[in-house]
Each structure stands twice: as structure tokens, then as C-alpha cells.
């Protein structure tokens, strides 16, 4: 047999005493080792031809998109399940409905994402993803529930309808970093940390989702760029800080009113919770403006008859609003149903009428 002479020139002249040094490849998001041999940095492993980067086991964007979004319709049916057979129960609910629909995805994606079903919910498995520790082993139950904590806190808790008051700077900062802070830190990491895609939710437990087909041994995670970093912590502060920026607004003249309004409406007995916009409505027909002060009032329990309450909420606006002149419409929206967070259903009525269309019509309630 010949020998290549070159060829074995060029590998007997590596030392093997040259030690491995960690090679962060950041375009892959893993390290490779690298020897340094006579000045030149050479990475393993060694060929005499031009090779490929390795494939990185780092599971995609639109990958990991997708698979949230078949367990997304997964969970929805069976939020609308729930709601075929017991649509009352989960109306009467009212904003505890949001807790439910987030013990149902505990249950779903803290199991399913552990080691128990192989890191992998029916979303990655049929995207042939899954979760896994940084050291390639398969998260435990307490570890996948965690993990699921930080994304459903903050996505559960966003658009909840529960009484609290605005003006409790406290409780407002808190729901602001719980929301936002957290919120906006889980998606901007998904989707700006290119190198690991690793978000928030997954730096704290430790994890990270790769493809199925690939493995992820210990130590070879590219780490992620101090700059993000610094990108969470404004996010954090700014979530911070935004509540005490915008106390003072509750008390000014546009925004004064709507509170005054919001709280009285909750002191209904039938009304779960109530929201009062103020603003202008444009045909673009006939580009005529109309001012609207608007309520949608979510019911506590099931009415056989609405008027009644309408009315009501009508005197409410109209005595928080004594001058009415530059107001077109009152718009009333009486709502009934549920929000479980995975699904939802309402079925509303509207009822509309000017100013002094509703003050004659609470006048000819009272006879």
C-alpha cells in the first residue's frame, strides 16, 4: 500500500501533548475543541479535505412556534369542551376561569415536557423537537412545571378581568413585571437569542430544545451574549417604572372620570367587572365624527332579562358625566360567558342610545 506522503507529513507534525481549547461557535450555538499546533489554532476533528460546520442541535424558531401552536389547539378544544358541558359553571367562574385554564397547561406541558414523556408534548412531537437539560439529560417533573410557571404566569395573567384597584401602586407594579417584564423578556429572547434559543423560562430551569434526532452533550452550549442581558434588565426596569410614571393620570380630567365611573359599576352586584372608554368614532362613508362614551360589563351570573341592568349602568355614566352635551352616544355591552385563558366564549348585548334618548328612558322607568 503507498502512503500519501504529504498527508502523513501533515498529521504527524500535530503534537498530541497540544491541549483542547473550547471553540465557541456562535453562528451554531455549541463548541468545538481546537488544538494549537506550531502558531496555527486547527479544530477537531482533523480532515485533509474542506468539511462542513456541524449541524447544530439547537431546535429552530419556527419550529418551536409551530409546536406551541398545534398544543395551543390542543388545549383550545379542550377549553371548548369544558364549555359545551358547562358553560354557566365556567362564566360563573369570572376571573378565577383563568386559573383553571392554567392547572390544565400545568398539567399538560409540566408532564409532558419531562422526562416522563420524553421531553416532548404532541406539538414537539410532531414538530420532532423536545426539551432537555444543557447537559442533555431529560428535565424532571418539579423542573418542567417550573419551566411552564414562567411562561404561564405572565400569559395567564395578561387580559384577566379581576377587581383591583388602579390607584393600588403596589399591586399595579407587580402585574406590570409579572406581565410585561416577564412577558416581553420571554419573547424577545426567543426570538433575538439566535445562538442558543434559550429564553427566560429556559436559562432559569436550565433547559434548552433541540431537535429530536439530535443529542446535546455536557459543556458544548455556545453561552448566550452578555448583551442580552443587559436588554432583560431594561425590560425589567422598565416595567418597574412605568406604573409610577403614569399614577398621576388617574385624576386628570380624561382619565379621572372613566375611574370613577369603572368603580361604581363594580359595586353592582350582577357585574363580575367593568371597563369605561371615552373616545370618537369616524364613518369613513361620511366622515362624520361621533363621540361615544362606551361600558362593557361582564355579568356575574346568567340574567333572564338585561334592561333593567342597562339602564342602570346608564344612570351610573350619566351621573360621573353630568355634561353630556358633546357626546353623541352611550353605548351599554352587557356580557356573558367565560375565559379560561385556553378558550373562551361570550354572548354580549348592546344597547345604544344619546344622552338624552337614555334620560328619557330612566325617567319612564321611574313612573
Known amino acids: ?212 434526532s439530535g443529542t446535546l452533550s455536557p459543556g458544548v452550549l455556545a453561552p448566550v451574549w452578555r448583551g442580552h442581558y443587559i436588554v432583560i434588565a431594561l425590560i425589567i426596569i422598565s416595567a418597574l417604572a412605568a406604573p409610577l410614571a403614569l399614577s398621576g393620570m388617574w385624576h386628570n380630567a380624561t382619565f379621572g372620570p372613566l375611574l370613577a365611573t369603572q368603580k361604581s359599576l363594580m359595586q353592582e352586584p350582577e357585574i363580575s367587572f367593568a371597563g369605561v372608554t371615552a373616545g370618537t368614532l369616524r364613518n369613513f362613508n361620511s366622515n362624520a365624527v361621533r363621540r361615544t362614551i362606551g361600558v362593557k360589563a361582564i355579568l356575574a351570573h346568567k340574567l333572564d332579562t338585561k334592561e333593567a341592568l342597562a339602564d342602570r349602568v346608564a344612570g351610573i355614566v350619566l351621573v360621573q358625566y353630568p355634561d353630556t352635551s358633546g357626546v353623541d352616544d352611550i353605548d351599554i355591552t352587557l356580557v356573558y360567558g367565560y375565559d379560561i385563558g385556553i378558550a373562551s366564549a361570550w354572548r354580549s348585548e348592546i344597547y345604544r342610545h344619546s344622552p338624552p334618548e337614555w334620560q328619557q328612558r330612566l325617567a319612564g322607568a321611574k313612573e
Not at 409546536?67 to 358547562?86: P, Q, S
Not at 423537537?129 to 411562561?151: E, H, K, P, Q, Y
Request: proline share 5%; charged share 15%; hydrophobic share 45%.
Open 1 to 212: 500500500m503507498v502512503r500519501d506522503p504529504l498527508k502523513h507529513f501533515y498529521c504527524n507534525a500535530i503534537s498530541e501533548s497540544a491541549p483542547l481549547q473550547p471553540d465557541p461557535s456562535p453562528e451554531y450555538g455549541i463548541i468545538t475543541a481546537s488544538r494549537t499546533v506550531e502558531g496555527q489554532k486547527m479544530s477537531e476533528p482533523i480532515t485533509t479535505g474542506s468539511a462542513a460546520p456541524p449541524a447544530s442541535p439547537i431546535a429552530g424558531f419556527w419550529r418551536r412556534v409551530a409546536a406551541f401552536a398545534v398544543d395551543g389547539l390542543i388545549l383550545g378544544l379542550v377549553g371548548a369542551a369544558l364549555g359545551l358541558v358547562a358553560f354557566d359553571r365556567l362564566a360563573e367562574l369570572g376571573a378565577w376561569g383563568r386559573a383553571l385554564g392554567f392547572v390544565i397547561s400545568l398539567a399538560y406541558f409540566g408532564l409532558m415536557d419531562s422526562r416522563y414523556t420524553q421531553g416532548q408534548t404532541p406539538g414537539k412531537r410532531l414538530l420532532k423537537i423536545r426539551v432537555v437539560r444543557t447537559d442533555g439529560a431529560l428535565l424532571g417533573l418539579g423542573t418542567s412545571m417550573l419551566r411552564f410557571c414562567l411562561v404561564g404566569v405572565p400569559y395567564f395573567l395578561n387580559g384577566i378581568h379581576f377587581r383591583f384597584d388602579a390607584e393600588d401602586t403596589r399591586l399595579v407594579t407587580l402585574l406590570s413585571v409579572a406581565i410585561f417584564g416577564l412577558g416581553l423578556s420571554i419573547v424577545y429572547l426567543l426570538v433575538f437569542n439566535r445562538r442558543t434559543r434559550q429564553s427566560l423560562h429556559d436559562l432559569v430551569t436550565g433547559s434548552c430544545v433541540i431537535n429530536a
